[in-house]
């Protein structure tokens, strides 16, 4: 319930900002809507991976989130609320940084979360739609 609190607050700040202050989302570019969509689609996956290994069988195998911000065995809902409150501020930033700086801000973000795709994939975690 605090979490859901917490996030409500948060995305009402979000959408009551005066973009126009900040100059945000100057020369926003189709190239940057498809990296952030790349970049939401990462996260997703990570999510999907870590609830395969979050279960039981996996757990007493020894496998655990390595986030110390989740703890070692998140619940499905601090999941969800942990992935929309980074997927939301990383496109946030990006949406209020100059161009140059956004491409490099947008790529850090997906090389990121790719690696953390790749990490759990490479230790058996598919990822199953």
Known sequence: MQNRLILM???FAVASMEVKAFTCGTQWTKT???IE???VATRIADYK?????LKPKHRAQGYYEANPVLGKYPSNPRLINAGIIYSAAVAGIAYCLPR???KTWQAFSLIIS????LRNHQAGFKVNF
């Open 49 to 53: 991976q870590t609830r395969h290994f």
């Open 32 to 34: 940057n809507t498809s």
């Open 114 to 117: 790719s690696v953390f795709v």
């Open 100 to 102: 140059p700086k956004r």
């Open 9 to 11: 607050i948060l995305l």
């Open 37 to 39: 969509t790349l970049n």
